[in-house]
């Protein structure tokens, strides 16, 4: 990275050209463009992504009242066997059910998710807003402690915020709620207050303030309507980082304690028959990713349907 | 006087090469990573002082409140967890004198500003307390654990730059056509994998010979299992066993990378000088390379900054994973066995370096954007 201050100076016309064009459309604004990329409705693996979304969350609401086995059902002398008929994803090194256990412990997963998801969205929304739209001293102070928070290592800070305020682990998914509220709301003030510096400098909030509207109005009711969009299908992708999360936590066994069945302990606990019986790590492994994945996914196409321009992170 | 006023004027050839005398030294001369890092930034700083004392000088100044109150919420959080540390010192069957004293050697019975701004103190002065369950000063901890996780984090950062760069640049060349929509989809199934899930696969597959389904195998023993091989004793095996929990960290972050180097380059090549150089026929490949990647690569870099972050402390689950000696363990360790000091100093120590690094990132924009040099030219706003 020299200081080269005149990037175009060894420019020389040269026959190589192949009239490839670099850009196609450049004629035409992003939006536009991107707009008609979109015309065709979302596409058939947004579809399947949603399907698979429902099925799950449904199956983990019904688990108790679906044909399923308990998930602390032991079947002796079948431990460590592979997937078959009567066991789905086969049976774990304790002997009891993959596959029921697998939706069991997507209620823990979908449950602390997605709470958590639209707690951090409600708190950090208003923290970014109001950073957003004040600017100046309440700007810089809410960026101070947003920042700092931000530089502490996430998981470091979930793990001693939930010894700090549980000991006995019986109200975990409430604590791994709060802590995970806590987690979020700077990076997600980040993106709000972002947004918000741009919305309310246009011409509309402009007309609103002349016509003596208070702030809070002007906030509510013509900030937050141009920056929510992008903040709900931000919340999908939020809540597939908490899932992420929630699965590192119970990794490390600090999670919802057994013998309630979570993906990451699952996971844990199959890492030491990897080489005998690798589907008691794959099968949960699997479906956290697929989860992740739809998530994403269906986040991602949202996005890009109400804000082209901004379809990033 | 010449050799100043060439500085002054191209500080950026000559911060390169000495950061590259620093590494090169670093290398062979095997200093402590704080050493590095401390001069790494210093080199830094002085560029930018050079380029635009100004806005180094701000930047500077600016990460001392940031310091002070991620100093405060990690001494008052650490102080305000149970368990007393005295009882831990002495066990159970503590004397309440013996308390007492031990309170009044640890500086545990002053109010609490006070025992903040003592360990305030001390930490600027590099003495990050004692653990007494670990029999070693927190200092030595932390050197000792930060070596693996910031040569975890250095070869990840190398690994996912590797893969965003290319692909990033020829996504955006190709946007909208089929290789940009097939790379786009395979690079957010990486960005989905958690890295744990990655990890064990690569494990599983690289590492162990993988699963058997009906007669046939799938998969090699072509890598070595979980250890750490210090740097010292042997290159090629250090490599070896880097690979692995280095790939797991890196795929995920090179999807982001990625798709923010696409989107900033596919708005740089709609710019008008691109139109121009194409006009006096410039090749491509040099487009996209020399003209466009330079200003489309901000935002990356910022991020960039905050990835570096996340990974030194972040990777705890990949360091058991793989049984690296790294900070995340060190640091995990202090929680489970609730010494809080390891916690509260390790802490303070990651976030430090983070600040740093940001800083330091933001300095990269002085060398990579012109408008930047000049005192009074704020011509991007960074998003910092």
């Known amino acids: 990275m020299g200081a080269v201050s005149n990037i175009d100076r060894d420019v020389e016309p040269g026959p190589d050209w192949r009239g490839d064009s670099i850009n196609a459309a450049a004629t035409e604004p992003a939006f536009v463009e991107e707009a008609k990329l979109n015309r065709g409705g979302f596409g058939v693996m947004f579809w399947v992504a949603v399907t698979f979304l429902v099925t799950l969350t449904l199956a983990a609401i019904f688990a108790e009242v679906l044909p399923l086995y308990e998930f602390d059902e032991t079947f002796r002398g079948e431990n460590r066997d592979g997937p078959s008929r009567s066991h789905w994803f086969g049976v774990d090194g304790g002997g009891r059910d993959i596959f029921t256990r697998v939706i069991y412990g997507a209620q823990i997963s979908l449950i602390i998710s997605s709470v958590g998801a639209v707690l951090a969205l409600v708190i950090g929304g208003m923290v970014g807003l109001t950073a957003g739209y004040y600017r100046g001293r309440v700007d810089s102070v809410i960026t101070t402690f947003t920042d700092a928070t931000l530089v502490i290592p996430p998981l470091i800070l979930a793990l001693s915020l939930i010894l700090f305020l549980d000991n006995d682990a019986n109200r975990r998914i409430l604590i791994l709620i709060v802590v995970f509220v806590l987690l979020s709301i700077a990076p997600i003030g980040r993106v709000v207050r972002a947004s918000t510096l741009v919305w309310s400098e246009r011409e509309f909030v402009l007309a609103a303030k002349t016509m003596g509207a208070r702030n809070g109005r002007i906030m509510f009711r013509e900030v937050l309507p141009n920056v929510a969009p992008a903040l709900i299908s931000y919340s999908l992708i939020v809540m597939a980082g908490l899932i992420v999360v929630e699965g590192g936590v119970a990794f490390v066994g600090l999670s919802v304690p057994p013998p309630t069945p979570t993906w990451g302990d699952m996971i844990n606990k199959g890492r030491g028959d990897l080489d005998v019986a690798p589907h008691i790590t794959l099968m949960p492994a699997m479906i956290m990713f697929l989860t992740v994945l739809a998530l994403n996914f269906v986040g991602d196409k949202v996005q890009e349907r109400f804000e082209p321009r901004e379809s990033v992170l | ?384």
């Open chain 2, 1 to 384: 006087m010449g050799v100043i006023r060439e500085l002054r004027a191209r500080p950026g050839p000559f911060v390169f090469a000495a950061l590259v005398v620093v590494v090169v030294w670093a290398w062979f001369a095997r200093p402590p990573v704080s050493w590095t890092f401390a001069l790494v930034f210093l080199i830094g700083l002085l560029g930018a002082f050079l380029t635009n004392g100004r806005y180094a000088l701000q930047r500077v100044l600016g990460v001392v409140p940031i310091l002070l109150v991620v100093s405060f919420i990690v001494f008052s959080l650490m102080a305000s967890l149970p368990g007393d540390p005295a009882i831990n010192i002495l066990g159970p069957a503590a004397t309440p004198d013996a308390v007492e004293r031990i309170n009044a050697e640890l500086g545990l019975d002053e109010p609490f500003f006070n025992r903040y701004g003592n360990w305030l103190g001390d930490a600027v002065m590099g003495d990050l307390g004692e653990s007494v369950q670990l029999r070693e000063t927190i200092a030595d901890g932390v050197s000792r654990t930060l070596t693996p996780s910031l040569q975890l984090m250095a070869y990840s950062l190398i690994l996912a730059s590797l893969i965003a760069f290319p692909m990033g640049v020829y996504t955006a060349y190709r946007n909208g056509q089929r290789q940009d929509r097939v790379i786009n989809a395979v690079m957010l199934g990486f960005f989905a994998v958690p890295p744990f899930v990655l990890a064990l696969t690569f494990v599983l597959f690289l590492a162990i010979g993988g699963i058997t389904v009906g007669d046939t195998d799938i998969g090699f023993k072509i890598l070595p299992g979980a250890r750490y091989v210090p740097l010292g004793e042997s290159v090629v095996d250090h490599f070896k066993h880097m690979l692995l929990p280095a790939l797991s960290l890196a795929l995920g972050i090179s999807a982001i990378f990625m798709r923010l180097l696409r989107s900033d380059m596919i708005g740089t090549l709609r710019l008008p000088f691109i139109d121009l150089a194409r006009s006096k026929g410039v090749a491509p490949r040099r487009i996209l390379w020399r003209h466009a990647l330079r200003p489309s690569m901000f935002t990356l870099l910022t991020v960039m900054g905050f990835s570096i972050g996340g990974l030194i402390g972040g990777a705890l689950i990949t360091e058991i994973i793989f049984t690296i000696p790294g900070i995340g363990g060190y640091m995990f360790n202090g929680i489970v066995s609730r010494d809080f000091i390891v916690v509260q100093g390790g802490t303070i120590v990651i976030a430090t370096m983070y600040i740093l690094i940001l800083v330091l990132v933001d300095f990269l924009y002085l060398a990579l954007d012109p408008r930047l040099r000049t005192s009074g030219g704020s011509g991007l706003g960074g998003g910092g």
